[in-house]
């Protein structure tokens, strides 16, 4: 039974540029959110998408987007870079969008240079 | 319900109980998380519980919840260096989006 998964593991990107994280959720599971945690915090909800629509979104700006395909993965684009950006992006699964049980990957690091 | 709060540091000696505490703010909260980070890595779900439950117990971990108070604990015995970790609280609202704390640093001496 494959967990939840993300790609890449690290990336470097330099400031004002874009980039695109992905996430395949864990078997059976149809619900993704996504989650920043800067260096010593706790991870701080983006969003949440549930049958390819984002259900709801955490106060972050429009810089941050997202989508999710008809196999349940996801991805996650940030445009025009900053270095406050650089954080360590988490994917989380569930079912249903609202149950008990979630489940993360293992995050991409992004440094922003 | 997005005021999770911990305390930052935790240290125990090996084959000690350790207990770390949580409160949050949101009354409405539907399930409680306890998630276990290691250096790297990403959020391990260690447990979770209903939020009508008082406790849940899962071979070395104990759950309580005063709901009256908006007080969560986890109390892990037996605790040994491989629990070495951070450990965070989460609660979770009906849509499923959860509110962390900072995260409490467990420390287990040999």
């Known amino acids: 039974d494959a967990g939840v998964t993300q790609s890449p593991t690290h990336l470097i990107k330099t400031r004002g540029q874009q980039v695109t994280l992905r996430c395949s959720p864990k078997?059976?599971?149809?619900?993704v959110s996504w989650y920043q945690q800067a260096l010593g915090q706790g991870p701080q909800f983006i969003f949440q998408?549930?049958?390819?629509?984002?259900?709801q979104r955490g106060n972050f700006p429009d810089r941050f987007s997202g989508h999710q395909f008809p196999n349940y993965s996801s991805e996650l684009n940030v445009n025009a870079l900053l270095l406050g950006d650089s954080a360590l992006y988490l994917c989380?699964?569930?079912?249903?969008?609202?149950?008990?049980?979630?489940?993360f990957g293992p995050g991409t690091r992004l440094t922003v240079t | 319900g997005e005021d999770v709060e911990q305390s930052l540091f935790l240290s125990v000696r090996e084959g000690d109980s350790s207990v770390i505490n949580c409160t949050y703010t949101?009354?409405?909260?539907?399930?409680l998380y306890w998630y276990k980070q290691e250096p790297g890595a990403g959020l391990q779900l260690l447990t979770y519980?209903?939020?009508?439950?008082d406790m849940k117990q899962d071979q070395r971990l104990t759950v309580l919840l005063n709901k009256k108070d908006k007080h969560l604990s986890l109390r892990i015995a037996d605790t040994q260096t491989g629990d070495s970790a951070i450990y965070f609280c989460?609660?979770?609202?009906?849509?499923?989006?959860?509110?962390f704390g900072r995260g409490t640093q467990l420390t287990v001496w040999p």
């Open positions: 989380a699964s569930s079912l249903g969008g609202a149950s008990s049980e979630q489940y």
């Open positions: 078997s059976g599971h149809d619900t």
């Open positions: 998408y549930y049958e390819e629509e984002e259900r």
């Open positions: 949101d009354s409405s909260s539907t399930y």
């Open positions: 519980i209903f939020s009508n439950m």
């Open positions: 989460a609660e979770g609202s009906t849509l499923g989006r959860l509110y």
